[in-house]
């Protein structure tokens, strides 16, 4: 069955940069149309989209924090990493990874989601 | 980017009452929008993708209609799991923003 297991820092002070790593298994992300994403959530608020790896390593990234991100993917590993620089105060949330298939296109799958708090 | 926005933010109704929540596009997204339902504590999950279709396992009470800019989630008869916050999506374009929630609350 798919999983997808979100991990990382759970305490980051501000400047620092995070790094996430999404490990999954039950599909490949070398499959045509396959897509991992990561969105966040900070205590209390909405969802937010951050970036999106595809299949072909085409990548898509929240225009507001383009600057900040970087998302790639070992498919050998059946990882993706996100790396978020300069982290700041407002970026405590909790971050899960999904997965995105073509039909729909949908988020079937997701994470259970880790907590990221950042503080000095 | 295509902005979402959902309305009411927050509901109260009771077991057995219909709802309906609406989503709005700032450009039209054709039916590229999907609907979550999310839980305290735990991460969202798909309800209904490509405006209506039902995802595997949903019940029939839930679904889903609307084209274009306009969209709506209807709950026909409301059951006590269902209180949760539900969260539209456009999968139109990327960045695949989500609306900001609406809350469901029990009266």
């Known amino acids: 069955q798919v999983t997808l297991r979100e991990s990382g820092p759970a305490l980051v002070k501000p400047t620092q940069t995070l790094t996430l790593t999404c490990t999954f298994s039950?599909?490949?992300?070398?499959?045509?149309?396959?897509?991992v994403t990561w969105i966040r959530q900070p205590p209390g608020k909405a969802l937010e989209w951050l970036a999106r790896?595809?299949?072909?390593?085409?990548?898509y990234y929240s225009t507001s924090l383009r600057t900040r991100l970087t998302i790639s993917k070992d498919t050998s590993k059946n990882q993706v990493v996100l790396i978020m620089t300069n982290m700041d105060l407002v970026d405590t949330a909790t971050y899960y990874c999904?997965?995105?298939?073509?039909?729909?296109?949908?988020?079937?799958?997701w994470g259970q989601g880790a907590l990221v708090t950042v503080s000095s | 980017d295509i902005q979402m926005t959902q309305s009411p933010s927050s509901l109260s109704a009771s077991v057995g009452d219909r709802v309906t929540i609406t989503c709005r596009a700032s450009?039209?997204?054709?039916?590229?929008l999907n609907w979550y339902q999310q839980k305290p504590g735990k991460a969202p999950k798909i309800l209904i993708y490509?405006?209506?279709t039902l995802q595997s396992g949903v019940p029939s009470r839930f679904s889903g209609s609307g084209s274009g800019t306009d969209f709506t989630l209807t709950i026909s008869s409301l059951q006590p799991e269902d209180f949760a916050t539900y969260y539209c999506?456009?999968?139109?374009?990327?960045?695949?923003?989500f609306g900001q929630g609406t809350k469901l609350e029990i009266k």
């Open positions: 999904a997965r995105e298939i073509p039909a729909g296109p949908r988020l079937d799958y």
């Open positions: 039950g599909f490949s992300l070398s499959t045509s149309g396959m897509c």
């Open positions: 790896i595809d299949w072909d390593d085409d990548k």
């Open positions: 450009q039209s997204i054709s039916r590229y």
């Open positions: 490509a405006a209506s």
């Open positions: 999506q456009q999968s139109y374009s990327p960045p695949r923003t």
